[in-house]
C-alpha cells in the first residue's frame, strides 16, 4: 500500500493521532499506536479493517499512480462546476480615500490621476456588467462597492446608482468602507436595507490603538466618528459588520474592544456582527515585528481566548486559513471544498470596475493596468493572455504544489504575491500551514478528543 | 478509530463533486485579511 502525498497527521496524546487527508477530505481520530506502526512501515501488523478503511478514505492507494488521476479528475469535474458560478461585480467609485491607515495597501492610489469614476465612467461600468450578465446568462451573486473609500461624499450619486443596478438586479450588496462618512449615506443606505449583505467597517481596537492606526490625514483619530455612524447605521437596521484587523501590535487590546462594543450594547443588535481578520502583507515573504509568523499570532490570540472565553466563543479560529477545513468539519460540514487555486481572482469570478476604465481580476491589483484582464470604458473588450495570467495558475500546474500535502486546503498561496515577487504567475506562496494546524491541534486536540472519543 | 465525516461524502467516492456546495466564497484576502505594506 502506497500512502498519500496529501495526509497531515498530529498526535494528540500517547492515545490518539489526528489524521486528515487534504485531497479527500477525511478527517479521523486514529489510535497512535496504529497511526505509529504505519509510519515506521509496519503495515502487516496493522487489521485488515482498519487498513480497508484508511484504503476507502484516502490515506492510501494500492495503485501509486491512482491519486494523481483521483486529482486531475476532481479538478476537471470542479472547473466545470466553477464555470456555472454567478458573477459578482465590484464597483470602485474613487481611488481616494478620507483616512491614512499605517498598513494601508492602497497608499499609490490617491496620486493615481483617476481619482474619481467620471458620469461617463460609471455609466460604461453598469453597461458592462449588462452585457457581462446577458454574455454569461447567469444571476448576479453580489454587487460589492470597494475603493479607495466607496463612501466619499463626491460619489454619493454614483453610489446611489450602482445600489439601484443592484436591486433592480436582486443582488446582494457589500460594502467595504472605513465608515467615517456612513452618516452622509444613511438616506440612500436605509431603503436599501433589505439587499444589504454587509457594510463592512473597521475597528481595531479600543480608541486609543484604533486611533493610533487609523487616521485622518491631519493625524487625527477616527474612532469617534466611527462610533456613533456605528450606532445610525443600527438604529436604522442596516446590517453591518465590524472588521478587527489583528497583528502583533493590537491583539492583546482585543478584550477592551469587546468590552467597549458589549457596553454599546452592540452584541446583542440583530443587525450588527463581528469578526477578526489577519494583517498580511502579500509584496514580501519576511516577517517582521507587526506582520508575525501566523501560528505565532494564534499562540497570542489563544492565551487571549484562555483568559477570556467569551472571545473564543465569539470570534473561533476562522481567521486562520490553514484551519477552515478542520473547522468546517468540526461543525458538521460533510465534506469541505477541495482548494485547486488561490482565491476568486484565479477563477476570474470577480469584476473589479475602477475609475480607470480597466477590469480588475483582484481586489490588490486595482490601479495597476498591466494587471487588469480587460476595459469596460469606451467598451467592453477583454484581454485573453491577462485572463491566463491568472487562471492558468493552479496546485496542478505549480510544480511543488502538485504534490504538496497542504495543496488541496492551501490553493498555492495568493497569485498577486507570485507575480509581484517573482514577476512568474506560478510560483508557490507558502503560507504556514504545518505550524499553524500543529499550534492550534496542540493547544486545543484535547478539546476536539472529548467531543469525539467521549460519545464513543 | 473514528472518523469524524461519513466516507461517501469523501470526494475520492464523489468524483463528480456534486456533494459540493455551490457557494465556494468569499475567500480572497482582501475580505478576509487586511493586506498591509510596510511603511
Known sequence: MFPSNYNYSIRINSRYTLINNTLTGALDIIESDIWNLIAVKKINSISPNVLTRLRHRGYFYTDPKKEDKVLVELYNNYIKK??????????????????RCIYCFETDLPSNPNKYMTVKI??????????????????IDS????????????????VEKILKFAKKKDAPITIITNGVSAKEFIEILSPMRDKIEMLQITIDGPREIHDKRRKYPSGKGSFDQISK???????????????????????????????????????????FSIRLALVTDHTLLDYNNIVIPEEKL??????????????????????????RHILDILNGAPNVSPKFFNCESNLLE??????????????ESIGKPDLAIGKFSPKVEFYPDK????????ILNIKKCRTCRFAPICGGGCAFSSILIYKDNCRPICERYQEVLDTFLKLRGEKILKKYMDKS | MKSINKTKDLWNNDLTLKGLKDNFGPMCCWYWCLIYRIP
Open chain 1, 350 to 363: 470577480l469584476n473589479v470596475f475602477c475609475p480607470d476604465g480597466y477590469i480588475y481580476a483582484c481586489g
Open chain 1, 387 to 394: 485572463k491566463t495570467l491568472w487562471t492558468e495558475r493552479t
Open chain 1, 298 to 323: 494564534l499562540e497570542k490570540l489563544i492565551r487571549v481566548y484562555d483568559e477570556y472565553p467569551v472571545l473564543e466563543e465569539l470570534f473561533g479560529f476562522y481567521l486562520f486559513k490553514p484551519l
Open chain 1, 143 to 158: 454587487v460589492e462597492l470597494f475603493g479607495g473609500e466607496p463612501l466619499l461624499l463626491k460619489n454619493k450619486p454614483f
Open chain 1, 229 to 271: 455612524n456605528i450606532d445610525l447605521l443600527l438604529k436604522n437596521k442596516i446590517h453591518t459588520n465590524v472588521r478587527i484587523n489583528i497583528d502583533n501590535t493590537n491583539i492583546e487590546y482585543i478584550p477592551d474592544l469587546y468590552e467597549y462594543i458589549s457596553a454599546k450594547n452592540w452584541i446583542q443588535d440583530p443587525d
Open chain 1, 122 to 139: 460609471l455609466d460604461d461600468s453598469l453597461a458592462a456588467a449588462e452585457e457581462i450578465i446577458k454574455e454569461k446568462s447567469g444571476k
Open chain 1, 82 to 99: 466553477a464555470s456555472e458560478r454567478p458573477l459578482r461585480f465590484v464597483f470602485c467609485p474613487s481611488y481616494q480615500c478620507n483616512l
